[in-house]
């Protein structure tokens, strides 16, 4: 089956500053890569996606980046706030279930 | 609200017992998926339905476990003769294409 990990597993950084976090995947049938974003106690929630026939993707402070070749796509948060504190999860679909890596818990710092 | 509802909240129960969550999705989404999560972990799949047919199972999955989604909306996921291993988040997401939502959970513990 699909194997998604996850780095860093913590990440802190300024206010202000950009945060990025990479995810592997294995199988390359994967085609649709989501991240979710939880905060303590809450549901994860649905914050950006890409699919396999797209390389970037931005959605204001947020871009997403795929390298179907490498197997790896990224998360990147510019201009930092507090509220974007959380734990953030990336996930691979081949067209049925979804893996998800094993989280970045983010703290950024004001 | 319109998203994937998920009842009770939480659950303590004592080992041995069984217990039953149920999950609502989005009107009119066919896919609905179980996950579980522990803390400081991403969510495991447990199971996924497409309408009323349940069409992958994890090895996770042991036979203690059974879910149901019988007219294709609603589904519901026991947990037979509980185990302290069982404490958890369990998670429901549901979808209609390929967007995945998620609802609040519910959270196991077992005493």
């Known amino acids: 089956g699909e194997n998604v990990e996850q780095h860093p597993s913590t990440l802190s950084v300024q206010e202000g500053d950009s945060a990025v976090i990479k995810c592997t995947y294995s199988?390359?049938?994967?085609?649709?890569f989501p991240w979710y974003k939880q905060e303590l106690g809450k549901r994860p929630q649905l914050i950006i996606d890409?699919?396999?026939?797209?390389g970037e993707k931005k959605d204001q402070r947020i871009a997403v980046t795929l390298n179907k070749t490498a197997k790896h796509f990224s998360l990147h948060i510019t201009e930092t706030q507090p509220e974007d504190s959380a734990v953030y999860f990336c996930?691979?679909?081949?067209?049925?279930?979804?893996?998800f890596g094993t989280g970045t818990s983010l703290t950024v710092i004001p | 609200d319109t998203g994937v509802s998920q009842n009770p909240r939480h659950k303590i129960t004592k080992r041995g017992q069984n217990v039953t969550f149920r999950c609502d999705p989005i009107?009119?989404?066919?896919?609905l998926y179980w996950y579980r999560q522990t803390l400081g972990q991403g969510p495991e799949f447990l199971t996924y339905?497409?309408?009323?047919?349940?069409?992958?199972k994890s090895r996770l999955l042991s036979d203690r476990f059974s879910a149901e989604r019988p007219k294709g909306s609603f589904s519901t996921l026991e947990i037979q003769r509980t185990e302290q291993g069982d404490s958890a988040m369990y998670l429901c997401?549901?979808?209609?294409?390929?967007?995945?939502?998620f609802g609040q959970g519910t959270r196991l513990t077992v005493v």
């Open positions: 997401a549901s979808s209609l294409l390929i967007e995945a939502f």
């Open positions: 339905f497409q309408n009323e047919a349940q069409l992958e």
């Open positions: 890409i699919r396999s026939n797209v």
């Open positions: 199988d390359s049938a994967s085609n649709y």
């Open positions: 009107s009119e989404h066919n896919r």
């Open positions: 996930a691979a679909n081949t067209g049925n279930q979804f893996y």
